[in-house]
């Protein structure tokens, strides 16, 4: 037996049929007494129909959503990741002996908030470095290096703030898409005694971790590689690495060595001779977002596929195109993640 979506009208016109079986002289027409009671029955009955439709979906990872498809994955132990606080080091300046009290504020320009995350002592050369975790959830509070040099609320003896380096780890509530991409690799992936499958379950349940590569036997017998990008398909932390290495190690088995690493960043340099209007900045954006997207799976780099990029930038023609000086394919190996670098057109 299946189920079959009905509409209103439907629901409608069998309503009329099932009154005219029991009482042929009932009229339907419209505007009378039967004819406003059955519409509006056939309105309810069409929206449960629909609701019964909506039920099924919710049932099947596939068709699943939301709260149903979260329930669905944790079934079977696949755990949707949460959204998580981005976290960096700040250098700040003041008198010395000056406090920082734990939860001190300190923020960029377009007011994205940091909390420092310790006690802290300026030392006597003036400055100290303090831990500080974004106030909301997500990947906007990964901000750059040097945004953070606000203290919106007065700290007696600190002058100055500065991140040196960009806050990491601040991603964003795991989207359906991912969650069920991770939940059909748990059921339909055999996973037995540590093997490949397993290890990519094991990383991809951390928090933070976006795709994992595993390479077997990489240095020998006993020993796995897992290889893993972040969420937002950049390089892992070495937080977020430690995080994975130490769960691993809980859980792979007795005698395996394993190494968890990220790909390091590879700077691809864009050159070509272009016919017509050349906007850089959309083609920059558009490299990067190829190669966000991309990357990680990528063993070369297309020639053919920059072209296209260019193509589809605006420029009528290009020639002497070059990817890192080179006029072929750029390979790739799994210690590398490219990161669009220089565009250069020489536009005529």
């Not at 260019?310 to 002497?320: A, E, P, R, T």
């Amino acid at each position: 037996m299946s189920f079959e979506q009905e509409s209103t009208s439907d629901v409608l016109v069998r309503l009329k049929a099932d009154l005219a079986t029991t009482n042929n002289t009932a009229t339907t027409i419209e505007g009378s007494f039967n004819a406003d009671m059955l519409t509006a029955n056939s309105i309810e009955f069409g929206q449960a129909y629909n609701e019964i439709n909506l039920m099924i979906e919710a049932a099947f990872a596939g068709t699943a959503w939301d709260d149903y498809l979260t329930m669905r994955a944790a079934e079977f132990g696949v755990i949707r990741k949460e959204a998580t606080y981005a976290v960096v080091m700040l250098k700040i300046t003041g008198s010395a002996g000056s406090s920082i009290i734990k939860g001190s504020l300190f923020a960029t320009a377009s007011d994205m908030r940091f909390h420092a995350l310790a006690d802290a002592t300026v030392s006597a050369d003036g400055t100290v470095t303090v831990k500080a975790q974004c106030e909301t959830t997500g990947v906007g509070g990964n901000v750059e290096a040097g945004a953070i040099t606000k203290i919106p609320y007065s700290i007696p003896g600190i002058s100055a703030v500065i991140n040196e380096s960009a806050a990491a780890d601040g991603y964003d509530v795991e989207i359906d898409a991912e969650l069920l991409k991770r939940y059909l690799l748990k059921v339909r992936t055999p996973t037995t005694s540590g093997n490949i499958y397993h290890y990519q379950q094991w990383a991809l349940s951390v928090v933070g971790v976006g795709q994992v590569k595993v390479l077997p036997l990489w240095a020998g017998r006993g020993t796995v590689k897992v290889i893993i990008v972040d969420s937002n398909n950049q390089t892992a932390s070495d937080a977020l690495i430690k995080v994975v290495t130490d769960y691993i190690e809980t859980v792979r088995p007795i005698g395996a060595t394993v190494t968890v690493t990220s790909p390091t960043p590879l700077t691809v340099n864009i050159k070509a001779d272009a016919l017509g209007m050349a906007n850089m900045d959309k083609i920059k954006a558009t490299v990067n977002e190829y190669f966000k997207n991309s990357g990680f799976g990528l063993q070369s780099i297309s020639v053919a596929r920059i072209g296209k990029i260019l193509l589809d930038s605006g420029i009528s023609d290009y020639s002497n195109l070059t990817i890192n000086e080179q006029a072929t394919n750029l390979f790739l190996t799994d210690s590398q993640l490219p990161v669009c670098g220089e565009v250069v057109l020489n536009v005529s």
